[in-house]
């Protein structure tokens, strides 16, 4: 008799990027050098999703040798404006992408990317526009000036499909005030990176106040 092998396991979901830890860290990579032991000092604090943002010549490089060398890190690429963006960020090997803002024809080259990705938005009416598109993710930029928590709050009654990824001018003491929210799943900020510590090279307190910021939530 024919033995009847049961069907395998459907795959198991990868976690969204809000998911991840409490806080995206921002960074900005200004030397290439510092890529891969920046990278490895948040991921030893806790924080494995981190967004190289497209604002320095070397964004890509750095994509690429985390992508390559820190295995535990969950690269991204942020500040995603363009199908350019988009293309050169996947190829590097960013595992999503981050827009401060949307148009259709980012969007649609982001979600036609393969990654996941967090379309930015700052209005009530951006948040419908996505929804509508079955996007249900979303950054909210730039956060402090766009409202706050008082705003967020407040999207949360008539939009509680929305999820949002805040960011921009968020601190480690404000942040817990952001991750209390129903509807946020974690932050972006770069308290954690500051200017002196990048510039010493001192990876020891970038990971310590990783640390710090994973605890928040």
């Not at 799943?185 to 010493?200: E, H, N, T």
């Amino acid at each position: 008799m024919a033995r009847i092998s049961s069907p395998p396991p459907p795959p198991t979901p990868s976690p969204s990027v809000l998911d991840l830890a409490p806080v995206v860290p921002v960074v900005v990579v200004e030397d290439l050098a510092d890529a891969v032991p920046m990278a490895r000092a948040l991921v030893a604090g806790g924080l494995p999703a981190i967004e190289v943002t497209l604002r320095t010549p070397v964004a890509l490089d750095a994509i690429r040798a985390i992508a390559a060398e820190v295995p535990d890190a969950v690269v991204g690429a942020g500040t995603v404006i363009s199908t350019r963006n988009v293309e050169d960020s996947v190829a590097a090997g960013a595992r999503f992408l981050v827009s401060p803002g949307w148009t259709e024809s980012l969007l649609a080259a982001m979600r036609g990317s393969g990654v996941p990705f967090l379309p930015g938005v700052s209005t009530a009416s951006e948040v419908v526009a996505l929804l509508e598109h079955g996007v249900r993710e979303m950054k909210f930029f730039p956060a402090e000036a766009a409202g706050g928590t008082a705003y967020l709050k407040s999207l949360g009654g008539p939009l509680p499909q929305a999820r949002f990824c805040p960011t921009g001018g968020i601190t480690a003491g404000t942040a817990p005030n952001y991750l209390a929210l129903k509807n946020v799943g974690c932050v972006g900020g770069s308290w954690m990176l500051p200017s002196d510590a990048v510039a010493a090279r001192d990876w020891a307190r970038v990971e310590s106040l990783a640390r710090e910021a994973t605890a928040l939530r």
